[in-house]
């Protein structure tokens, strides 16, 4: 067993990096870094329910997610575009987030049930997208590449398998700012909202959109890792604690790494109705176990 003495956590020292590598292997083909269920694990099983689990899971994202993109990029099926838009959205909304998580939700029982409510959110996006009648073309030889990027304030594009792809810019980026609100409070980075979001609103392929959303997730991490680190010295005097656990996030990192990569690795091989079947199944899972404990 480990102390860690930041959070207050005692557990074995291969239960994160294992836990972060399972989840991270299934999210990592949807576009999503896993965070959104590390954190239920922290706060149920390793009961680390204070302020500071949000910018430790947010430091998950920051080990563990460069290697899924350095696989998406190698493929390239990396979009920029998408990346821009959504770092411009969320960067300014994570500052909020950290405010309101502070603020506002230092109660560990309202955490939990906003915890279940962002998750059931996020399942019910997968759920009607699963339910929606797709047409399957297939792939020509030497497809799944991202080719004619562009980006304007207007509208961003990209051509997928020879089939072109329109975003409104402003669209794009407004989604993003109420995402880094929601990911700044939560600690997910934002990633497993935008993912859906992308698949099921603005329509694209989830085989393009995995890259950009992992990336995008990686650089509002940071950030928020760096506000939240920036405002503890600020409640320190109050007896708060939201300073990241570097330590436990990191074991978490390690394992993600390796889960996210071979994640990335498998994604283009897998069906995406199988990808998201997995993951309709884990957040709902997650979200019913915490709105239901909150009323009991």
Do not use: C
């Not at 794009?172 to 859906?196: K, R």
């Not at 069906?271 to 998201?276: D, M, N, V």
Request: aromatic share 14%.
């Amino acid at each position: 067993m480990i102390h860690f003495p930041l959070s207050g956590v005692d557990t074995y020292w291969w239960l994160p990096a294992l836990t972060a590598f399972v989840i991270s292997v299934l999210s990592a083909t949807g576009g999503l870094s896993g965070a959104f269920l590390l954190l239920p694990f922290q706060v149920s099983v390793l009961h680390f329910t204070g302020p500071a689990v949000s910018p430790t899971n947010l430091i998950f994202n920051m080990v563990a997610i460069p290697s899924g993109v350095y696989r998406y990029w190698r493929e390239k099926r990396l979009v920029w575009p998408l990346v821009a838009a959504i770092t411009i959205g969320t960067l300014p909304g994570l500052f909020f987030g950290a405010l309101i998580r502070i603020k506002w939700l230092l109660d560990p029982r309202a955490f939990k049930l906003f915890v279940g409510l962002v998750l059931l959110y996020i399942a019910s996006r997968i759920l009607v997208d699963l339910l929606r009648k797709t047409v399957k073309t297939a792939a020509p030889a030497g497809g799944f590449l991202v080719s004619r990027q562009s980006f304007t304030l207007q509208r961003l594009l990209y051509e997928f398998n020879g089939q072109e792809y329109r975003v409104k810019t402003w669209s794009l980026m407004l989604l993003s700012f109420i995402v880094g609100i929601i990911g700044g409070t939560y600690g997910i980075g934002g990633g497993a909202i935008i993912a859906p979001f992308l698949v099921a609103v603005f329509r694209l392929p989830v085989h393009t959109i995995a890259g950009a959303s992992l990336l995008g997730t990686f650089i509002s991490s940071a950030a928020g890792v760096f506000i939240y680190t920036a405002m503890a010295p600020f409640y320190a005097g109050s007896g708060i604690n939201i300073s990241p656990d570097w330590m436990l996030g990191g074991l978490f990192g390690l394992g993600g790494a390796a889960g996210i990569y071979l994640g990335a690795r498998l994604q283009r091989y897998l069906p995406a109705r199988l990808i998201k079947g997995i993951l309709l199944a884990l957040l709902l899972f997650a979200s019913l176990q915490y709105i239901v404990g909150f009323f009991l």
